[in-house]
């Protein structure tokens, strides 16, 4: 249950009363809300109960009317000494949301205090409380949720392809996260290439940070060209797909590491046996999965698009 204080000046009559009738309102309709007409008594610290009122509720609703922007402005009584805390924690903690500011009587720019006056408002002046939904919505967190953004110019097809429709290029295997060994390349391109009756290739570099540009703002992208990764030895970290560069270089790699076109892990145990102390693990064993993790990559496919790729896009 969300929970907010009631930060409020004690203007005339009916001022007091229709701040008390708010808060009881949004009892009623599940906000458990803190205000010093009920939850302050004689004898009680005041700055403390401002201050814990503040810290501890999940929302401060300040009611903005001319006075309390001179009490605030002018930080005069308990609204300059609340709005000292509040302007300190918004400083601090970057938590602006948390202040929900309401306009009660006159204009917003002679009733909002300073630090507030940018602020996006409820406007609840009168006896109209045609923006109360907005307000219980927003301390409810139950504000609608935009629809998804889309990535433009990716279009899926029917066998789970992505087509991209600025480069023309079909992507195959966009969202699986095994990792392919470089030997092991070879059948697997023959093997979808058979299946499919395409011709499959390897993305270029370029094609690849196209792609990764491209996708940069999208939570869930159509074609994963990076795969956050996790290693017992190695910690985390992302791996992105094979390309033929990356494969040059990967072999380039096999030439100086390989001796007789088989990996020795004993040569270089020596280069682990560092981290594999730190680790409490064997050498040997460090070595050999470096060099698997060196030579596994995701395997993303592509190929031309043809008119008929256009024609079956899948509607979304």
């Known amino acids: 249950m969300p929970s907010a204080f009631l930060s409020y000046s004690w203007d005339q009559e009916p001022h007091p009363t229709w701040v008390r009738a708010l808060s009881a309102r949004l009892r009623a309709d599940g906000i458990e809300t803190v205000l010093d007409q009920w939850h302050a008594v004689l004898g009680d610290n005041l700055p403390q109960f401002m201050e ?5 509720n999940d929302h401060v609703i300040v009611i903005c009317t001319p006075a309390y922007k ?3 402005d002018s930080r005069a009584g308990g609204v300059g000494y609340e709005g000292d805390i509040m302007t300190g924690e918004a400083f601090v903690l970057k938590n602006r949301r948390k202040f929900v500011p309401v306009l009660r009587t006159g204009e917003w720019a002679e009733a909002a205090p300073s630090w507030l006056l940018g602020s996006y408002y409820v406007d609840m002046r009168g006896d109209s409380d045609d923006r109360y939904p907005l307000l219980v919505d927003t301390l409810l967190r139950r504000l609608p949720e935009p629809p998804p953004v889309q990535a433009q110019g990716y ?3 029917p066998d789970k392809t992505i ?5 023309k ?3 195959a295997n966009c969202r699986q996260t095994n990792l392919v060994d470089l030997e092991d390349i070879p059948a697997q391109i023959q093997s979808i290439c058979q299946q499919t009756g395409w011709n499959w290739r390897i993305p270029t570099t370029e094609e690849v940070s196209a792609v990764e540009e491209a996708e940069e703002y999208y939570p869930r992208p159509p074609i994963m060209v990076k795969v956050p990764k ?3 030895f190695f910690g985390n970290y992302e791996k992105g797909p094979w390309t033929e560069e990356r494969m040059r270089n990967v072999r380039q790699g096999d030439s100086a590491l390989h001796a007789g076109g088989v990996f020795d892990a004993n040569r270089f145990a020596g280069v682990w046996s560092g981290l594999a102390g730190a680790l409490n693990v064997d050498a040997f064993h460090m070595a050999q999965e470096a060099e698997s993790v060196r030579r596994c990559f995701l395997l993303r496919l592509v190929r031309s698009a043809t008119e008929e790729d256009f024609a079956s896009v899948v509607s979304t």
């Open 155 to 157: 279009k899926s097809l």
């Open 169 to 171: 290029l079909v992507w």
């Open 70 to 72: 001179r009490k605030a």
């Open 230 to 232: 996790s290693h017992p």
């Open 163 to 167: 087509l991209d429709t600025t480069t």
């Open 52 to 56: 814990t009122a503040i810290r501890d």
